[in-house]
């Protein structure tokens, strides 16, 4: 079980930039994986990605759980707990 307290936290959002991680496609950047953001709906690059922005997202906003934004995955991550989340 997760021991995930962050639930509350999660909005039925839109994805802003549903084509790409919107801090990459400013600046021209490439992402390997993209994470959708729970509260806000902004898309952004996994750790795995040179840009890394959904960590940095999280640290900037403090918003705690990104889905996974990719065909066939629909895992969540929370920043906070460091723990998966299964998407209700
Ligand atoms: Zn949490
Ligand atoms: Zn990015
Ligand atoms: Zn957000």
Redesign the pocket.
């Known amino acids: 079980m997760s021991a ?3 639930r509350d936290q999660i909005a039925d959002v839109e994805p802003q930039t549903p084509t790409g991680c919107g801090e990459c496609m400013k600046t021209g950047g490439t992402w390997v994986h993209l994470r959708l953001c729970l509260s806000c709906g902004e898309v952004n690059c996994c750790d795995s990605s040179p840009g890394r922005h959904a960590t940095e997202h999280f640290h900037a906003s403090g918003h ?2 990104v889905q996974s934004f990719q065909p066939g995955e629909d895992w969540i991550w ?1 920043y ?2 460091e ?1 998966t ?1 299964e998407p209700s």
Do not use: E, F
Request: proline share 10%; net charge negative.
């Open positions: 995930c307290t962050h705690p759980l929370c906070v707990d723990v989340v």
